[in-house]
């Protein structure tokens, strides 16, 4: 029996609803294999900014840091448009990652053989079932480096530096090499070695470190080669393990080739098992509060936390395999409803894939 406490963060739009579902999916896996969850909720966000006037408060700070790990909904919306740019709600996911050591972001891809025909690559591509993770470096690159304006000799300049070291890249691809061994023990490094130093420290640091992982193979791959193969041949790729902001690319590029961003989960992890889990999608408010928001992302989400923060192998693929029953069954929400199916809201989803726990 594990005991486990959880910092809950619902957010806003849809946050709310898609957390309760997996929530309650927890709470039947904890019944089942005799753990017992806790869960003690904070406020980040645009509800945070109506309730503090912050977008992360210190209290919010506090519970999170306290826990064992964190499950997030979705954050933002038009209501806090306005509000000063050091407050706005996505501010909220920076200032999380970066207090609480969230430096590798694993975002799974995935095609269920129910939902193949929404993949928009020819069904040949993706026979049998794709699952890719990649792992994007979270809180470095040139997304946090120097930055600003200066003038040049053709008026006013606009930089952004670039800039790793040894040891952020080490405890990426450290990361990259563990969920490889729980894998197909494949990790494919991509970068731009053949301009950026940077890509050539990437490679350096791997080679250096691949001797320790002698199970899993370990190749490398041009960024703009790796864009083409991704939707060439999508299924030569296991673990993709690359820079912030080309993760942030290949990783959205990964996402539309399963069809629905309503059924894509991701893990934010530091060092050790803490980590943050949040589905991929964002608040969706023009339906929220209408019970028709997709809430599978988020049980997903619950899942990784099982399967990388508490160690639960068994107790996770209860949860993939609960999701994969009620599609095979053909029970859809709105954003992936085909004629034949039958629809469901929020809720009754989330009843579905517990009747399969």
Known sequence: MGEYKI????????????????INILKAVGKKYQHHFTFEYALAGGCAIDSYGQCLPKETLAICKGADSVMLGAVGGPKWDNVPNAQRPEKA?????????????????????????????????VAGGLDILIVRELTGGIYFGE???RKGNYGVEAYDVETYSEVEIQRILKNAFTVAMQREKKVCCVDKANVLETSRLWRKVAEEMKASYPQVTL?????????????????????????????????????????????????????????????????APDI?????????????SAGMMLKYSFHLEKEAEDIENAVKAVLEEGMRTPDIFSEGATLLGTKEMGQAVLSHI
């Open 7 to 22: 910092a809950v963060i619902q957010g806003d739009g849809i946050g709310p609803e898609v957390t309760q579902e997996a």
């Open 93 to 125: 996911l920076l200032g999380l990652r970066s207090q609480l050591g969230l430096f590798s972001n694993l975002r799974p891809a995935k095609i269920y053989d129910a939902l193949a025909d929404a993949c928009p690559l020819k069904a040949e591509i």
């Open 147 to 149: 930055r600003g304006y």
């Open 219 to 283: 190749s490398y791959m041009y960024v703009d080669n790796a864009a083409m193969q991704l939707v060439r041949n999508p299924k030569q790729f296991d673990v993709i393990v690359t820079s912030n902001m080309f993760g942030d690319i290949l990783s959205d590029e990964a996402s539309m080739i399963t069809g629905s961003i309503g059924l894509l989960p991701s893990a934010s992890l530091g060092k050790g098992t803490f980590g943050m889990y949040e589905p991929i999608h964002g608040s």
């Open 288 to 300: 929220a509060g209408q019970n028709k928001a997709n809430p599978i992302a988020a049980i997903l």
